[in-house]
């Protein structure tokens, strides 16, 4: 036992890829709705809640469940911060929208994608958090009124 783990015996050592999970994360409904109001291309606080205004129909989220919401996303790697505009993960964006095809409108589709992800585990795999500062998303707010 012990010795050098990188001398081999003149065999070739293969190395193992691990992903850390840090913890455990769970999304909410609120969650949903704002992940799938999430446009395609990479957006701003300010595009990403307009967004989810005129998909939900509803006043915008709150500070606390926005950053709520993107840092989870951020720890769970659905979502990605493109050199300051936020963006959601090739692989997770069609999981999202994968009702929008079949489903009767927009609402029907979010949903399906809430039915499914609501409450499930998912690995953290980063500590990444979202930096916006309550006064940075009130002002947000105020350029939409």
Known sequence: MGGDPTNAGGRSLEVAKVEVVVGSIQFNARDAELLYSFPKPASDVATIVRCFVFLNRAAPPSFGELTSCLTKGLRAGIIR???GPFVI???WYGRIHKADATAENEIEAMLEFESG???VDFDETTA???AIT???YESVLAKLR
């Open 81 to 83: 911060e493109d050199g």
């Open 134 to 136: 309550e006064e940075e």
């Open 128 to 130: 990444a958090a979202c």
């Open 117 to 119: 992800f609501v409450s």
């Open 89 to 91: 993960d090739d692989n």
